[in-house]
């Protein structure tokens, strides 16, 4: 008797390989209540400020961090500023995709940029190696949690998911093909601009996918839609195909 209940635990406990339907999820890519734009801010914000964790651990950082670490060191200015610049230029490459933005993919850009500089600018340099871990750690967690309320707002995915699959959709693709060229480009090129590459950025390698089905798997247990058609109802997202693999 005792073995059903456990059952249910275990299930419960999967992350997320779609997209939960929320309360909070807006109605269309550029119409939100103001509870909906709070938690998209509030998801983004989360985002870039685990973010900043990974910049400040010193032990390496994402991908696309390292190219925004690159290029402003070359060009001499802040990180934000210049992981503004490459969401930009990167949805600048949407155009022959015929991609469509949204709120979420603006608010992507401006918001997560902003995160990201408060925070390598106020967060405390850890003192040792266990500090340099647990920054990394809870940068990732803090990345999947906030991906989980950003993307369950369905307002439009980031510049970056967006180039993504529209490849794979332009393209035909495979999604995690598509994605593991994107970023070893992104990386390389990144890394001969003098951005940080180290253990920080194979553990984000390593841990992003489960850090962000679990904060999708929180989110849509925190966000329960009551009138949902089922307690665990999710929507197949076009926008992040890779979710259902």
Not at 32 to 50: E, H, S, W
Not at 216 to 244: H, K, S, T, Y
Request: aromatic share 8%; net charge neutral; glycine share 14%.
């Amino acid at each position: 008797m005792w073995l059903y209940p456990q059952v249910d635990i275990l299930s419960w406990l999967k992350p997320a390989r779609t997209i939960p339907v929320t309360r909070w999820r807006a109605p269309s890519r550029w119409r939100a209540k103001p509870p909906t734009l709070g938690i998209l801010v509030l998801g983004l914000y989360l985002f870039g400020t685990g973010d900043a964790l990974l910049v400040v651990s010193g032990l390496g950082v994402s991908p696309w961090t390292v190219l925004g670490q690159g290029l402003g060191d070359r060009l001499g200015i802040s990180i934000g500023l210049a992981t503004f610049i490459v969401s930009v230029a990167v949805l600048l490459l949407w155009i022959p995709l015929r991609e469509v933005p949204g709120l979420g993919t603006v608010a992507n850009a401006i918001v997560i940029a902003i995160a990201l500089q408060v925070g390598v600018m106020f967060l405390p340099d850890p003192t040792n190696v266990v500090m340099q871990f647990a920054f990394v750690l809870v940068g990732i967690l803090m990345i999947g949690f906030g991906s989980g309320l950003y993307l369950t707002t369905r307002l439009g995915p980031g510049p970056r998911d967006g180039w993504m699959t529209g490849i794979h959709l332009r393209t035909g693709w495979p999604v995690s093909a598509v994605r593991l060229c994107i970023e070893v480009v992104v990386l390389a090129a990144g890394w001969l601009l003098g951005g940080t590459v180290g253990i920080g950025t194979v553990m984000f390698a390593l841990l992003i996918g489960p850090s962000v089905g679990y904060g999708l798997m929180l989110a849509g247990a925190i966000g329960r839609d009551p009138n949902a058609a089922e307690p665990n109802a999710v929507e197949q997202d076009m926008d992040f195909p890779e979710l259902d693999a």
